[in-house]
């Protein structure tokens, strides 16, 4: 067994620490009060190579194995959600299905832009009534005269409406296999007519990120923008929510280290009856048990993106990481908040954010029931 | 052309120092260690140049193994090769300036860039003594730097004000804050400087002229005194100032 990471893993955890403490801290608490997307930093976030950094170079990439993108979104998370959100779904969710499932010339068309921070893309596929269970899903497509007509809606969709958003991969019904619905993978750029996007506000996390409503009304796009097979729908989902699970525990990991750390130098530094509180062992202890969850989801996490990397089956472990680091998110951004105290509550303080920023972890990608579900079949349950 | 950039490895200037068992090292324990901030001055101003009118910039450090990660982090930043000067010993600053003065003669290079000083230990002399041992023209505590052809024209900070100098090539420039804006080693940084070669050199440290005996923390400072809560404290509050403090 060997536990360390290469020194490029480690040059690239210094680096992205670096970027996010020097050019994500300093506007996070602002953007997030006022609800603003930074087309700077995301331009910035490109520039650093952080977008479709997995991919091989002749696609823009840097070819960096999975645990060094996980350390990067688990960087950007220490010190901002909302940046790591754009960043992994960008990358997870937008790059991941093109990449795995598209064609050279789809690849070829799209990932080049997708890797220098100047364009976003969304993976659409929960509905206002197909959440945990995506076979609820409505939006349908049909083939009429080599192009796909799409109607319906999608909801909650990450970076789905920016000014950088270049497009969309939407899941849709394409037809009936017997009595099943089968689902099928449809590319659609921004732009396209009977394609709207619309910004949702008044989030009460990840308020710098956008997320989206995507609407469908007879928006045709050509045949040969769908991906992957027709009826190959679920398969491209269940793929792209595996591998998006890892950078989901990722920005879980990253914040509770960002709250721990929050933490740990308050406790320092606060006096209650003469001494420092950290003095006190209710306090230490709360301290000791949120450095162990952490160390106990980043050997999972990371052991989960080995076996990724190792081309060995890591879907139990991404659900167990996904679930895991999220909730441990919320073990430790709820004590950090606690050791904070009044403080605590007050937005000029970091953890008040970060303890918002949390719950979204246990429910997006896979809510933490529904990762109980995955690891339960794994199991033979 | 080909510009030397010589580069420390220093503790992070956050740390927190502890004297370590022998006296004579900091406990290296927890510390984290980095590219000497001036050296990534003396670096970008080498890869300003690189990007005007190219340039093989070769970087030069000297020290035991764990300096190779800061030289892998000037890689990364666009440097194009690095050189290891490898040895454990304890040197003093014109001994490592020796070293690299050497070394420079071998990769002949006639324009070579440090920072004014490194963080730790802080003397602020080896690019002079660099300088004057291979005979090169000399500018140090640069924040502005020009050349054209072989001519050099640059400005140094000096007390109160600037000082506009003029020289020529071969030249060794000591960095000083302001001189640039050091950019980021991009994670494209990172994956090539991979593939681009540290050589290790083993070297022997010459005779060294200044002995360390021992480190020593600086004293404890004092805690604060209240004179008063009130305008009364006002007069003992001046007179502590003038005559014990001696500020005013």
Redesign the interface.
């Known amino acids: 067994m060997d536990f360390n990471l290469t020194d490029q893993q480690n040059d690239i955890r210094k680096t992205v620490r670096d970027f996010a403490e020097n050019e994500v801290k300093p506007l996070a608490k602002q953007l997030d009060e006022s609800e603003q997307f930074s087309p700077e930093l995301t331009k910035k976030m490109g520039e650093l190579g952080l977008f479709g950094m997995y991919l091989p170079e002749e696609y823009g990439g840097l070819g960096t194995d999975t645990i060094s993108y996980i350390i990067a979104v688990e960087e950007l998370a220490r010190v901002d959600g909302s940046h790591a959100a754009t960043l992994a779904a960008h990358n997870s969710l937008g790059i991941g299905p093109l990449y795995y499932f598209g064609t050279k010339a789809q690849k070829e068309k799209y990932l080049p832009q997708l890797t220098t921070g100047d364009k976003l893309w969304a993976f659409g596929l929960t509905e206002p009534n197909a959440g945990s269970d995506s076979r609820g899903t409505k939006t349908n497509a049909v083939l009429e005269n080599g192009n796909w007509i799409i109607n319906g809606s999608k909801i909650f969709i990450t970076n789905g409406s920016t000014d950088f958003s270049l497009g969309a991969t939407v899941q849709a019904i394409t037809g009936m296999n017997g009595d099943r619905k089968e689902y099928s993978t449809i590319i659609v750029e921004n732009g396209t007519p009977g394609f709207k996007t619309v910004t949702m506000h008044k989030k009460m996390m990840w308020r710098a990120s956008i997320t989206s409503e995507l609407y469908f009304d007879d928006c045709k796009v050509p045949e040969e923008n769908l991906l992957g097979a027709v009826g190959q729908g679920s398969k491209i989902m269940l793929s792209t929510l595996d591998n998006g699970r890892l950078s989901i525990a990722a920005m879980g990991l990253g914040l509770a280290q960002g709250a721990y750390e929050m933490a740990l130098e308050h406790a320092k530094t606060r006096q209650q009856f003469g001494k420092p509180i950290i003095k006190f062992q209710t306090i230490a202890f709360k301290l000791a048990d949120m450095a162990l969850k952490i160390e106990l989801g980043r050997n999972l996490l990371y052991k989960a993106c080995w076996l990724k990397d190792s081309k060995k089956q890591f879907a139990k472990e991404a659900a167990m990481a996904k679930l895991y680091c999220s909730e441990i998110a919320k073990e430790v951004a709820d004590e950090a908040v606690q050791i904070h105290g009044g403080y605590g509550l007050m937005k000029e303080y970091d953890i008040e954010r970060f303890y918002r920023d949390q719950r979204l972890l246990q429910i997006g990608e896979g809510t933490s029931e529904i990762q109980r579900l995955v690891i339960s079949r794994h199991i033979g349950a | 052309m080909k510009i030397v950039v010589c580069v420390s490895h220093v503790p992070d200037s956050a740390a927190k120092i502890n004297i370590g068992a022998d006296e004579k090292n900091i406990d290296k324990n927890g510390v984290s260690f980095i590219l000497n901030p001036y050296d990534e001055f003396a670096l970008e101003e080498a890869l300003k140049i690189k990007d005007s009118i190219g340039a093989d910039v070769v970087l030069v450090s000297v020290g035991g193994d764990e300096v190779k ?1 800061t030289i ?2 000037g890689l ?1 930043m666009g440097a194009d090769s690095g050189i290891l000067l490898k040895t454990n010993a304890y040197r003093d600053s014109i001994s490592t300036a020796k070293l690299i003065a050497e070394e420079i003669k071998l990769q002949g290079a006639n324009l070579v860039f440090l920072g004014k000083q490194s963080i730790d230990g802080d003397n602020g002399v080896v690019g002079q003594l660099v300088a004057e041992i291979l005979g090169f023209n000399s500018v140090s505590v640069a924040v502005s730097f020009n050349l054209n052809g072989d001519k050099i024209v640059a400005e140094r900070e000096i007390e109160g004000g600037r000082e506009v100098v003029e020289t020529s090539l071969p030249a060794v420039i000591t960095a000083q804050k302001g001189l640039n804006d050091p950019r ?5 940084g ?2 090539a ?2 593939k681009k070669v540290i050589d290790e050199k083993e070297v022997t440290v010459s005779e060294i002229g200044v002995e360390l005996i021992k480190l020593k923390k600086p004293a404890q400072k004092q805690a604060g005194k209240i004179l008063g809560k009130d305008s009364s404290a006002v007069p003992e509050l001046v007179r502590l100032l003038k005559e014990e403090a001696k500020v005013i």
């Open positions: 990660e892998r982090k990364a980021y080693a991009s994670l494209k990172i994956m400087a991979k």
